[in-house]
């Protein structure tokens, strides 16, 4: 019989719901030595917090994050606030040596970064952050590939993340809704939520990036903001996108935008190498694109391959349906949760920790002080 | 507070998990008047189902049906077993009052069919079968579309449903996994399988089957049968394709087949009117294809809607994620619990009734007729 | 220098236009024996063909079909016009020793395929039909993966060709541009003009078709005609569908319409063998799709040929453009004029001959028969 | 009848043959005052320039290019050499009062550029570069969208322009074939070669790029040089990927590369307005993206045009064939051809002529010295 893991969730947004219902569904699918146990859920509202904990069956709720961490019955912390939040919770749950699962990115800066790290170091506890589509299949897939050496010498690296939901002028910035759009709760705009993302999927996959030279754009400059009901400037960037080198020689070339028309979540990633190359694309995410030069030079074709059709060698499908049948974006973290359980139980650390997370940090850092200096950055 | 819902789940196969999870899940997307519970688990293996019944949360466990219908803290029975077994159990469930959750195919046949029907009517207790495709929300948007009138007058409709998985010799026939392939616990082989899920659809979509021209083909004449251990005839169909006409003056064709190299569990389906068309593909279910000749001439094209894009307006979408984030096969099983759940707190029954299926079973008995007659057969 | 082979024209359509380009062009791409001369084209119009002659180039127009017979400066013969014309203009060209390049369908029925196919015969003269399907790279690359057993056993064969164009009740039937309306010209709908398409790449690829039952319909019932100017009854299918056994143990599937809105010219087929399938679509005519089951595992998918990609092994390919620049629809028919004259220069046949064409009008009539009977018809 | 434009050919390489085969087919399908006469083919090499014009019928050759220019039978002359060998033959071809049709890019250099237009425009002959994307009937339908608005402000455009030929380190650089690696001939790598087909296009369709910020990487370090035989340094920029802002305030994304394994030609852009956008791929040059958020919410979604489909409204598509039969990438030069003719008889210019050509010098320029200075460079 697994053991009860007790998770104490901060939050309760569309990140909440999605990670809650990683937590109690990855015991149904998974054999694990632990199963989370949803023990309480925690936000300022206490009318929402508990219609929130009541909706997905947390045990109990409370209305000051502090007094969470106080608890003895919590395990493990799962930090769902906006950005501005994370270092001081996070900090704040190392001391109390609880786990902590924290939403990414993973602060508003390297140098709060740097801080968080410290502290989940020093306390020694078990640490994740939410990049959660590592555990989309075809990416893990693309992982496996790329660490095979099945493509071999890697030349480009390209990586988009579009949308197209702030292209009115009319939609408000700041508030619960939208934090994510008031530059003093995310820190940044599309840099942080978007392009942060596809930095994580990327250094995973291809390694670490050496500098970066961005541009950045701000198309309505201002909006109402939902706290003050005034019209204020919009301190968040709109779209960037960035050239880059990689450590092992490649070229990057990364966009993210909120301004496409037609893309609700459009997050596409390719790499070529010298004998194959991989596509993919979160809109299908169950497929993975595949090209490979030392098929037969006259049936050489990109093979869409459905990445559910062959249970025992994809990854994590052999938990799943039939083949044939397609999974879903929420999917991604309960495989996150289910790969965190399993660190936890053998007491190794499971990426990506604050650590790896902090890489990506600094990649946004730069990423951001490229586009105000119109220079190339180091990244460091 | 929702009132809770005695579940009784006899069987534990790949189905079982999808429906299991299906009542698991529902309460935590929708907001509904009562809420599943999983009481008890049923069947004859003991070893077998309880495991399956720790794994998924089931409180207790049953090894004769029988008895699991005589508790009376059992509200609905899911009847989750080989096509065979479905009659008695339906039957004595129905007698007992019980609500009735039945995997389809309904029935070994019409005759058979007719019986439940009968039972469950004279019973008066809800009853729905799992023909689940009808709720994946590109299939019940194509269904509103339709009903809106949008096609105009059908001309045809055509439906495939492909895979690959018996194309060895070497896989043996009949026991627990298998039993698909056993035409005394299948009744028939792809017909009953798959064929039924295409016509339960086109039946909602496009109305009344008139008459059918069939023709069947077994590639592999022989099998070991897992239960004899010898090898034996096998008595199910391969393939089965046919010709029909709709009530409604438009042509059908229908194929299905366990021998389609490359494909898993290809169901797609178009449907050609006088203004629009729709076409719908299992692998990339949360897509709908559409193409509106209202358009300008020149702008005129297939359009791939991503029916995850606009949450207020997409069937059942508004109780999932943000746009653009894609959901999977499950989620048809939960949509259907929820509707069923809606009917029972109105009172109204909700469709595929075994009355509505019993016309699928028509349909597959003409189909089975003309194939051996050679002939057209009217469904009736 | 390349001897000249001289070409009368007789119709001066929308294949008489492609007949003519693919003359034209074929020797400016492919180095051979014979090069085709525009000599004369003839048509009863002499306005028309006069026209017709001056773009194109042809040296001389006739409006007697029978003196351009005469003409001893005429090597070979295009017969491009309505079908009921094409035996008699056939016979005689035979008799006159001409070369003959025959628009598809053969003949009206099989009867008078007999009988042009002896003349042929009798008289020894080079004879091929234009279904030009069998000359687009992707259908040749096709052909040749299955003749060298890539394939396997083959299971299934599906095709369909699909238009929109006679939706509307306005559309009048007969006349120049409509006669494929008028069964008086046509013989058949869609089964000539399109199904019979699809038959003879089928009979190419998988071989002999046994047996057929098919159904066919006509939506709208009566159309004014163009060279009455009344309301009269259509005689033409507008769709046909049928079943069918190939020799060689497998099934067919096939549809034609022109009530398929959204699509213009959508031709796809598909053949699944044991070992590997294929499918190919007209729409994007450059591309083939393979799946190869001897793939590894994880990696199998449906492969995308993009069939320019590597001019030394496709089909035709090393002829034109660079890798990735695609070819349209018409060089298939400037392929047949190459291979046609390869064949006179060797004094070897090209098919499709007329004998290989009366095989696809023997299907053609059995799936007219059948239609009528509403019985499966031996294909005899 | 048309009056007859002698053409005198410099070059027989690949450009020369897909230019070729545009004059000898434009007046077939085009009905215009002037029709292109094959006068002279012009080549250093006499064997293989005789060969050339046998085969494709021009009427006589010259092997120095002075001497074709002092005849006074020739009208036009199409450049079709290396880029380093255009600026002379354009200035004198300007000086002896010839129409030139010129091989992109226009030049090495904005300085050779600008000698160029200056001939041109004071010897006031017609002039245009071979920029055959603006051509494509979906490129040329897209141009058409935008400037009627229906895309609204725009927001994004990309471009790609990646190929996978010179992965092997075995390639040699230079000479007849491989001029394109050589950087004495070539001037740059793909950013002339590839690059400067997306910047015409991007011009074109979204107006002027205001400052660029590029980098470039030669993979390949050394080759071995065709002409000397021996191994030298490698001068071209394998790979060039640089951000932008156009005057229009959207930004501008490009990359190009010779290193993308599995893509032959793929041309891709996409520009992303506030009402619409559009994206066109040369794989599958004959349709056209679009997605039209003024279409019905639920409803929306890409749609790929099938730009054959409405002969009367899809640009140069009337002139062709029937609906749904697509044409390929050589007919973006008849149409080229068509309108240059077009422009000759109305005594307009038709772009993209030197002057327009200019600009895309300028930007390409921009690029390789921002590449080379990692600084952002005002494009002028």
Known sequence: MAKPLNIGMIGYGFMGRAHT????RVSDFFSLEYRPVLKAACARDKEKVTAFAENWGYESVETDWRKLLERSDIDAVDICVPNNLHKEMAIAAAEAGKMILCEKPLAMNVAEGEEMCAAVEKAGVPNIVWYNYRRVPAVTLAKRLIDEGKLGRIFH???NFLQDWTISADVPQGGAALWRLDVDAAGSGVTGDLLAHCIDTAIWLNGGIQDVNAMTETFVKERVHALTGKVQKVGIDDACAFLCHFQNGSLGLFESTR???????????????????IAWDLHDLHRLSYFDHSDEGRLRGWRSIHVTDHGGDHPYMDKWWVPGLQIGYEHSFVHQVADFLEGVAKGTPVGPTFRDALETQKVCDAVLQSAHSRQW???N
């Open 259 to 277: 301004y496409a028309r037609g893309h609700k979540a459009l997050y596409t990633l390719e790499i070529n190498g010298e004998n194959a190359s």
């Open 21 to 24: 219902n990683a937590y109690k």
């Open 377 to 379: 950055v180091d990244v």
């Open 157 to 159: 690296y390209r990586a």
